[in-house]
């Protein structure tokens, strides 16, 4: 009787550390998810940075507005950013800086990216572990063996 209180109590922690598990493992989802977001959004502005590059002062532009509506605008200087520094701070900076911290904020969120996914990666392993666990104490527990 004993034997089958210590595969009750290990089933019992088992179970607590799998929900923890599987809570940290959303989580690291939700991360991926929103430096996947941010990644994407780096990456557009950075396509916009290359075309704008190329543009001449006074070109016809389309810039989105949001709804999947646009208005056009005329570029007034081509050189000129004004980047979004975070806090609501943005300060002009000329094009090709501006491109160096699109470019350094995209390996930044690269570098997160690679952590975020290698730790759901061991996430996901140690709960397949704890889940084999559970399985062959379950089945101990049935025969009445340990």
Same mark, same amino acid.
């Not at 599987?22 to 959004?41: F, G, K, P, W, Y």
């Not at 007034?76 to 975070?86: H, R, T």
């Not at 975020?116 to 527990?141: D, H, K, M, P, T």
């Given at each position: 009787?004993?034997?089958?209180?210590?595969?009750?109590?290990e089933?019992?922690?088992?179970?607590?550390?799998?929900?923890?598990?599987?809570?940290?493992?959303?989580?690291?989802?939700?991360?991926?998810?929103? *430096?996947?977001?941010?990644?994407?959004?780096?990456?557009?502005?950075?396509? /916009?940075?290359?075309?704008?590059?190329?543009?001449?002062?006074?070109?016809?532009?389309? *810039?989105?507005?949001?709804?999947s509506?646009?208005?056009? *605008?005329?570029?007034?200087?081509?050189?000129? *950013?004004?980047?979004?520094?975070?806090?609501?701070?943005?300060?002009?900076?000329?094009?090709?800086e501006?491109? /160096?911290?699109?470019?350094?904020?995209?390996?930044?969120l690269?570098?997160?990216?690679?952590?975020?996914?290698?730790?759901?990666?061991?996430?996901?392993?140690?709960?397949? /572990?704890?889940?084999?666990?559970?399985?062959?104490?379950?089945?101990?527990?049935?025969?009445?063996? /340990?």
């Amino acid at each position: 009787m004993a034997d089958v209180s210590k595969e009750e109590e290990e089933l019992r922690k088992l179970g607590v550390e799998m929900r923890f598990l599987e809570q940290t493992a959303e989580s690291l989802q939700q991360r991926i998810s929103m *430096v996947n977001a941010a990644m994407t959004d780096l990456a557009y502005a950075n396509m /916009a940075l290359e075309s704008i590059e190329k543009e001449k002062e006074n070109a016809e532009l389309l *810039v989105p507005i949001g709804g999947s509506s646009y208005i056009k *605008v005329k570029l007034a200087n081509s050189d000129k *950013v004004i980047v979004g520094m975070g806090a609501s701070v943005s300060i002009e900076k000329n094009l090709p800086e501006a491109k /160096a911290i699109m470019k350094g904020r995209l390996e930044e969120l690269e570098k997160t990216m690679r952590s975020a996914q290698q730790q759901f990666g061991q996430v996901a392993q140690r709960i397949n /572990a704890s889940r084999s666990r559970v399985e062959s104490l379950l089945a101990s527990v049935r025969k009445g063996t /340990a």
